[in-house]
C-alpha cells in the first residue's frame, strides 16, 4: 500500500508508526473467511481487531480501554483507509464499533463508559448505531420512533432500519422521539441492549456487499432511565456530533477502496499486453492513471485535513461533509476505471476490482447521502 502521504504535516509520529503495523498486521492477518455466513465472519473480524488491540482506537478513555482519552480522528480514519485496502468487511467491523459506541465516549456517565467502553474496546461487545427509520432516513427530525417517559424508566414504541450489525450488535445506541419540543430538540438517545424485552429484529435486510443489516421493531419496550444517554432533547445534536467524527472516517474507508483500485489498475496496466504492446503504453490507459490518482490524492487531501482539523477541536462540519461527498463519489470514479482496465475480468465474481465495485456503492448512500452533504455544505457557506 502507498504510504507518502503519511509524511502530509497533518499527521504526527504516532500516526505514521500507527499506520505502518496496522499495515503489516492485515497483510499478515486479515483472512478471506469467504465460506462462513455474513454474521459468523464479522464477529469472528471483530474479535479479531479486539485481540490486537486496533479497536483500542475506536473508543475514548484510557481508563475504560481506549488507546487515547479524546476520540483521535486521524488515527480513525488511518485505520479504516488500511482496513477497507485489504478488506471491506474488517472496515465494517471497526467502523461500527467506533460509530454504536462513539456517542458513549462523547457523553456517557461514568457508569455506562464503564458498562460499555471496555467490552467494545477488546471485541468483547458488539455496537450499532439505530438511527434511521422507514420514513426517516435523510431527514432524521422525521423521526417517529416513541421514548415515553414512564416511571423510572422509558417505553419504546416504533421502528429504524438500515441498521449495520442489527441482529449481531450486543447493544444499540439508539435515537428515539421524547416530545421536549418538535422536531430536531424533541429527541433523546439511549443505550439498548439486545434481548430488552420488547425488542426484536423485524427483518434482516441482504444488501449487494453483505454485510448484517436489519429492520428493528421495538413494541411496548421498557428501558431504564440510567440507559438515556446525555440530557432529554439533546439526541439529534449527539447524532450529528457522533456523524461529524464518523462520516470524516467513511470518506477514509472510500479513500481505502480507491487506493486499492489504483493499485490494482496499475499492476493490471503494467502486467496485460494488447495489440502488441503494454496496456501501460496507451495514452488512453495513461489518462486514466492519472485521473486516478489525482482523484485519490485530492480525497486524500481533504480527509485528512477534516481529521486533523476535528483534533484541534475546530469545526468540521462542512470539512467533513466536503470529505465524505469527495471521496466516496471520486472513488466510485475510481474503481469504476479500475474494473473498465480489467475489462471483462474485472466482473468476474471474486475479483479485487469486482468487490470493491461493490463495496463502495453504499458508502454515497450511507451516513447522509451525497445530497445531504451537498445541503450541509452550502448551509455552512451561506451561514459565514
Ligand atoms: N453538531 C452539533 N449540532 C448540530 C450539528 C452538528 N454537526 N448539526 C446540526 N446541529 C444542531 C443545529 O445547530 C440545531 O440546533 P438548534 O436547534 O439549537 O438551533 C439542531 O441541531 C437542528 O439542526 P438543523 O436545523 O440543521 O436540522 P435539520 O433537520 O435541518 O437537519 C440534516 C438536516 C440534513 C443536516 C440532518 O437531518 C442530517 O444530517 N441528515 C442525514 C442523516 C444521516 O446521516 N443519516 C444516516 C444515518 S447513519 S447510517
Same mark, same amino acid.
Given at each position: 500500500?502507498?504510504?507518502?502521504?503519511?509524511d502530509?504535516?497533518?499527521?504526527e509520529?504516532?500516526?505514521?508508526e500507527?499506520?505502518?503495523?496496522?499495515?503489516?498486521?492485515?497483510s499478515?492477518?486479515?483472512r478471506d473467511?469467504g465460506?462462513?455466513e455474513?454474521?459468523?465472519?464479522?464477529?469472528l473480524?471483530v474479535?479479531?481487531?479486539g485481540?490486537?488491540?486496533?479497536?483500542?482506537?475506536?473508543?475514548?478513555?484510557?481508563d475504560?480501554?481506549?488507546?487515547?482519552?479524546?476520540i483521535d480522528?486521524?488515527?480513525?480514519c488511518?485505520l479504516r483507509?488500511?482496513?477497507a485496502?485489504?478488506?471491506?468487511?474488517a472496515?465494517?467491523?471497526?467502523?461500527?464499533?467506533?460509530?454504536?459506541?462513539?456517542?458513549?465516549?462523547?457523553?456517557?456517565t461514568?457508569?455506562q463508559?464503564?458498562?460499555?467502553?471496555?467490552?467494545v474496546?477488546r471485541?468483547?461487545?458488539?455496537?450499532?448505531?439505530?438511527?434511521s427509520?422507514?420514513?426517516?432516513?435523510s431527514?432524521v427530525?422525521?423521526m417517529?420512533?416513541?421514548?415515553?417517559?414512564d416511571?423510572?424508566?422509558?417505553?419504546?414504541d416504533?421502528e429504524?432500519t438500515?441498521i449495520?450489525?442489527?441482529?449481531?450488535?450486543?447493544f444499540?445506541?439508539?435515537?428515539?422521539?421524547?416530545g421536549?419540543?418538535?422536531?430536531?430538540?424533541?429527541?433523546?438517545?439511549?443505550?439498548v441492549? +439486545?434481548?430488552t424485552p420488547g425488542?426484536?429484529?423485524a427483518?434482516?435486510?441482504e444488501v449487494i +456487499?453483505?454485510?448484517?443489516?436489519?429492520r428493528l421493531?421495538?413494541?411496548?419496550?421498557?428501558?431504564?432511565k440510567?440507559?438515556?444517554l446525555?440530557?432529554p432533547?439533546?439526541g439529534?445534536?449527539?447524532?450529528m456530533?457522533?456523524?461529524?467524527?464518523?462520516r470524516?472516517?467513511?470518506?477514509? +474507508?472510500a479513500?481505502?477502496?480507491?487506493?486499492r483500485?489504483?493499485?490494482e489498475?496499475?499492476q493490471?496496466?503494467?502486467s496485460?499486453?494488447m495489440f502488441?504492446?503494454?496496456?501501460a503504453?496507451?495514452?488512453?490507459? /495513461?489518462?486514466k492513471?492519472?485521473?486516478?490518482?489525482?482523484?485519490?490524492?485530492?480525497?486524500?487531501?481533504l480527509?485528512?485535513?477534516?481529521?486533523?482539523?476535528?483534533?484541534?477541536?475546530l469545526?468540521?462540519t462542512?470539512?467533513?461533509?466536503?470529505?465524505?461527498?469527495?471521496?466516496?463519489?471520486g472513488?466510485?470514479?475510481?474503481i469504476d476505471?479500475?474494473?473498465?482496465?480489467?475489462?471483462?475480468e474485472?466482473?468476474?465474481s471474486?475479483?479485487?476490482v469486482e468487490?470493491l465495485?461493490?463495496e463502495i456503492?453504499?458508502l454515497?448512500?450511507?451516513?447522509g447521502?451525497?445530497?445531504? /452533504?451537498?445541503?450541509?455544505?452550502?448551509?455552512?457557506?451561506l451561514?459565514?
Open positions: 500500500m502507498q504510504r507518502t502521504h503519511l502530509w504535516p497533518f499527521f509520529p504516532r500516526h505514521r500507527l499506520a505502518q503495523r496496522l499495515g503489516e498486521w492485515a499478515a492477518h486479515l473467511h465460506h462462513d455474513v454474521d459468523t465472519r464479522c464477529r473480524l474479535r479479531q481487531l485481540d490486537a488491540g486496533w479497536l483500542r482506537h475506536a473508543v475514548a478513555g484510557r475504560h480501554g481506549g488507546a487515547a482519552d479524546a480522528t486521524r488515527a480513525i488511518l483507509e488500511t482496513l485496502w485489504h478488506h471491506g468487511l472496515d465494517f467491523a471497526f467502523a461500527m464499533q467506533g460509530l454504536g459506541s462513539g456517542a458513549i465516549s462523547l457523553h456517557g461514568p457508569a463508559r464503564e458498562r460499555y467502553l471496555p467490552r474496546a471485541g468483547e461487545a458488539i455496537a450499532a448505531f439505530a438511527l427509520e422507514p420514513d426517516a432516513g431527514d427530525a422525521a417517529a420512533c416513541a421514548a415515553r417517559d416511571g423510572d424508566a422509558y417505553v419504546l416504533g429504524k438500515w449495520s450489525n442489527g441482529g449481531i450488535a450486543d444499540y445506541l439508539l435515537f428515539a422521539r421524547t421536549e419540543a418538535p422536531g430536531a430538540r424533541g429527541i433523546s438517545a439511549f443505550i441492549d +439486545a434481548g425488542f426484536e429484529i427483518e434482516r435486510i +456487499a453483505p454485510h448484517p443489516l436489519a421493531r421495538f413494541a411496548g419496550c421498557r428501558v431504564p440510567s440507559q438515556l446525555g440530557a432533547g439533546q439529534f445534536k449527539i447524532a456530533q457522533t456523524l461529524d467524527i464518523f470524516t472516517s467513511v470518506a477514509a +474507508a479513500l481505502g477502496f480507491a487506493r483500485a489504483l493499485h489498475g496499475l493490471r496496466a503494467r496485460r499486453t502488441g504492446q503494454r496496456l503504453d496507451f495514452q488512453l490507459a /495513461q489518462a492513471l492519472a485521473q486516478m490518482a489525482t482523484t485519490v490524492d485530492s480525497a486524500a487531501l480527509t485528512y485535513r477534516a481529521a486533523w482539523q476535528r483534533d484541534q477541536g469545526n468540521v462542512c470539512e467533513a461533509a466536503m470529505a465524505k461527498m469527495a471521496a466516496t463519489e472513488a466510485q470514479q475510481v476505471a479500475a474494473v473498465q482496465l480489467f475489462g471483462g474485472g466482473v468476474r471474486g475479483q479485487v468487490s465495485y461493490r456503492r453504499a454515497r448512500i450511507y451516513e447521502a451525497t445530497e445531504v /452533504q451537498q445541503l450541509i455544505i452550502a448551509r455552512e457557506l451561514k459565514s
